[in-house]
């Protein structure tokens, strides 16, 4: 009887380890996917914005600044 309470003891706390491994691990590879597309996003907001060229926008007409919106997403909006 008391080699069955070790045992099963032995035997929870096993189960126990390695689910919190799993557990741990998940939550680590998640967490470094979530930076990495975080970085993703800012490079290409950082790319649309410098070919959208916000600085001068007064300086353009509604028409070209639609034709400039279509070349940036043209060449920078998807990854490929």
Do not use: H, P
Request: positive net charge; hydrophobic residues 40%.
């Amino acid at each position: 009887m008391k080699n069955l309470r070790i045992t099963l003891a032995v035997i929870f706390l096993s189960m126990f380890f390695l689910i919190s491994i799993k557990t741990y691990r998940d939550f680590i590879i998640s967490s470094d996917l979530k930076k990495e597309k975080k970085i993703k996003l800012k490079k290409s907001a950082e790319v649309l914005n410098k070919c959208f060229d916000l600085k001068n926008k007064s300086e353009r007409t509604l028409n070209d600044s639609m034709k400039l919106i279509e070349y940036c997403l043209e060449q920078y909006g998807s990854e490929k």
